[in-house]
């Protein structure tokens, strides 16, 4: 291997690279043979100016020496030496950083349900509280309730009140505020920041906090209901890193993980970690561990569908309940109203729930499609009775989670 020595050009951070002639030969005695052929060419060229300075002037003689000299030295250095010039160009490419935020409309929604030392921990990393209590006195309280020990402070109430009432919009808008964890400042310092807000469709959004603040403040006051599509904020980042090259360094999403419009993430989410460049993706869960309370109606089914005029048909009404207290459940079936006198009653069912196992089920009365007139005789009813099924789970979200929740499996994807 040939060897090279550099020397450093004043005043820049370029330099001049030389190589030695000849391989396998120590640097000193490759300088001794070139210093020697150097003398050689040098005591040649002096002894030409000797013999012309009987046949020119002085001042012309000297002005060849000098010309030879130059053009010799020259030579003798790029044929020999091979000089190069190096030179180092830096360039800054700057990191980008995507920061999602969910506006849809379950950000909305109030968690009381929280656990008490999820709730004291969010008050001390978002600064919830700091003008009921201070940084000891929460750190004294979240030590007290992982001992199974409750506050008895007044203050400590008022603490978990104000944090029951804020909405998982108000809780990730408490991420981006300057007076809660900063998360714009944090991060601004050392990237530049592309934000953008995402429900059922994506829309860019103003890099100044106190304008994002605002935005998720009118977001609370819109009427219309907006589902969230959590592959909108991947495929934006698939675009920005196609972009970017390497300059796209993460992206990070605030969002309570209801996906609930378009398809499943996992295809999308695997088509960002996929290529030379991985793009990490940090979740910020606005939402509780634990489901809110929620009673709602999973199917609703006549058998048989379809009847005669006067004629009775079974009525399958299945429930779903999450997080719900023991208690009674009524459930009403009413008939479509008419301007016939003989309008009947609605049929009306009570479930008692224990808040932890499902009821057996019961038979209720069945349904006729039509109230019945004096000239009119019903027909005989049908053979199956009017079953009233029911589906009571406890804990649905935090052991098996509904269709509407992120699925495991593909949260993991994205922490991966």
């Not at 656990?115 to 030590?143: G, Q, V």
């Not at 008692?352 to 019903?378: C, E, L, N, V």
């Not at 406890?394 to 052991?399: E, K, P």
Request: charged residues 25%.
């Amino acid at each position: 291997m040939t060897e090279m020595f550099q020397i450093a050009i004043p005043g820049r951070d370029d330099s001049m690279l030389f190589s030695m002639p000849v391989e396998g030969l120590s640097r000193w005695v490759q300088a001794g043979g070139l210093f020697a052929i150097m003398v050689a060419l040098i005591w040649a060229v002096q002894r030409l100016y000797r013999l012309e300075r009987s046949y020119v002037q002085r001042h012309w003689a000297i002005a060849l020496l000098a010309c030879r000299m130059l053009v010799v030295l020259v030579v003798f250095g790029v044929a020999t030496l091979q000089p190069q010039v190096r030179h180092v160009s830096r360039e800054t490419i700057p990191s980008h950083v995507l920061i999602a935020i969910d506006r849809s409309t379950s950000m909305g929604i109030a968690d009381p349900q929280r656990d008490p030392t999820e709730k004291i921990e969010a008050a001390i990393t978002l600064h919830l509280a700091d003008d009921l209590a201070s940084s000891a006195t929460l750190e004294r309280w979240l030590l007290q309730l992982e001992q199974l020990d409750v506050p008895i402070d007044p203050a400590y109430r008022k603490v978990i009140d104000r944090i029951d009432a804020m909405s998982r919009r108000q809780l990730a808008g408490k991420v981006i505020d300057p007076a809660g964890m900063k998360l714009l400042e944090t991060l601004g310092e050392r990237h530049r920041l592309e934000l953008v807000g995402f429900d059922q469709k994506l829309t860019p959004l103003p890099l100044s906090a106190e304008s994002i603040l605002a935005v998720l403040s009118d977001d609370a006051k819109r009427k219309t209901v907006y589902e969230t599509d959590l592959t909108l904020p991947l495929k934006q980042a698939i675009e920005r890193r196609e972009a970017l090259k390497e300059g796209l360094v993460g992206v990070v999403i605030l969002s309570d993980g209801q996906h609930n419009r378009g398809g499943p993430i996992g295809e999308t989410a695997r088509k960002l970690a996929a290529g030379e460049s991985t793009v990490p993706v940090h979740t910020v869960v606005c939402g509780a561990k634990v489901a809110p309370s929620d009673l709602s109606i999973v199917s609703l089914k006549a058998s048989p569908s379809i009847v005669f005029k006067h004629g009775t048909t079974g009525i399958e009404v299945r429930l779903q309940a999450n997080n719900m207290p023991a208690g009674r459940f009524r459930v009403t079936l009413k008939y479509p109203e008419t301007d016939d006198p003989a309008q009947r009653e609605p049929i009306v069912e009570f479930i008692d729930y224990d808040g932890r196992t499902p009821p057996s089920p019961r038979t209720i009365p069945q349904a006729q499609t039509s109230a019945p007139t004096k000239a009119a005789t019903p027909p005989a009813a049908v053979a199956a009775p009017v079953g009233f099924n029911r589906e009571m789970k406890a804990d649905v979200c935090s052991t098996a989670p509904r269709s509407e929740w992120l699925p495991e499996d593909e949260m993991k994807l994205l922490v991966q």
